[in-house]
C-alpha cells in the first residue's frame, strides 16, 4: 500500500514516517499544501495523511480542490485536539475520517488500516480468497490452514492484489508498493517477490496478464 503522508513539522513528520515504513506501507513525505495537491494529481495512492495548517496551501482548500477534481483517494485528516471546528470542515470538504493531533500512533495505524480496509469494500480485518488467509494487522498469512511466513516485501506485492481479485496492478504499481518513489528499485524485483509467493501460496494464485500486469482471480 502506498501512502501520502502531508506534514510540515519536521519531528512530527518522522515520527510517522518511522512508524508507517515500519508497518510496511511504501510512503512518501511532503511538507507543502500546493506539493501534495501536485502529487495527488499525478501519482497513485491508496490513502493521504493530511495535515490541515500547512505552508503553500491549507489542508483544507488541497482538500477541496482535489475533490472538486473527483480525485477519490481516501483522505485522513489530522485535526486539533481541541478544534471540533476544524474536524466539522474537513470532513465536509471530503476528507474520509480524521485523526487527532498530538498524535496517539497506536490509533493513527489503526484509523489507517481502517481507511484502507474500506476503500476495498471490506468491513472486517481478515481476508480470504481461494484457501489463502490474511490479516493486515497481525501479518498472519495460511493457506489451507497453514501458517506460511511472507518477507515483508512478498507480503507488499499480495497484499494489494489480494484485497482486490479481479483487478489488474502493473509492475510499476505494484513497485510503488514496495518502494515509494525515493527508492531505488531493480528492474526484475515485482517478478522475483511473485515467484516467491507463487512457490509458497501456489502456482494457481496469483496470474501474469500478458503485458499488462497482475492479477489475482475472482475466483
Ligand atoms: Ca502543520
Redesign the pocket.
Known amino acids: 500500500m502506498r501512502l501520502l503522508l502531508v506534514?510540515?513539522?519536521q519531528m512530527i513528520g518522522e515520527a510517522v514516517l518511522d512508524i508507517l515504513r515500519a508497518e510496511l506501507y511504501a510512503v512518501d513525505w511532503v511538507k507543502d499544501g500546493l506539493q501534495a495537491e501536485a502529487l495527488c494529481r499525478t501519482e497513485s495512492y491508496d490513502l493521504v495523511l493530511l495535515?490541515?495548517?500547512?505552508p503553500g496551501k491549507d489542508g483544507l482548500e488541497v482538500l477541496r480542490s482535489l475533490r472538486a477534481a473527483k480525485l477519490r483517494t481516501p483522505v485522513l485528516i489530522a485535526t486539533a485536539r481541541d478544534s471540533v471546528d476544524q474536524r466539522i470542515k474537513g470532513l465536509d470538504a471530503g476528507g474520509d475520517d480524521y485523526v487527532l493531533k498530538p498524535y496517539d500512533l497506536g490509533e493513527l495505524l489503526a484509523r489507517v488500516r481502517a481507511l484502507l480496509r474500506r476503500a476495498a469494500g471490506r468491513a472486517d480485518s481478515q481476508y480470504e480468497h481461494m484457501g489463502v488467509v490474511i490479516d493486515p494487522v497481525t501479518r498472519e498469512v495460511s493457506v489451507d490452514g497453514q501458517a506460511v511466513v511472507l518477507s515483508s516485501r512478498e507480503w507488499a506485492v499480495l497484499e494489494p492484489l489480494l484485497a482486490r481479485p479481479g483487478a489488474i496492478l502493473s509492475r510499476a504499481q505494484l513497485e510503488e508498493k514496495i518502494f515509494g518513489w525515493e527508492d531505488g528499485v531493480l528492474s526484475n524485483a515485482v517478478e522475483v517477490y511473485i515467484h516467491g509467493l507463487r512457490k509458497k501460496l501456489g502456482a494457481h494464485l496469483i496470474q501474469n496478464v500478458r503485458g499488462v500486469g497482475y492479477m489475482v482471480p475472482r475466483a
Open positions: 506534514e510540515d513539522d495535515d490541515l495548517g500547512l
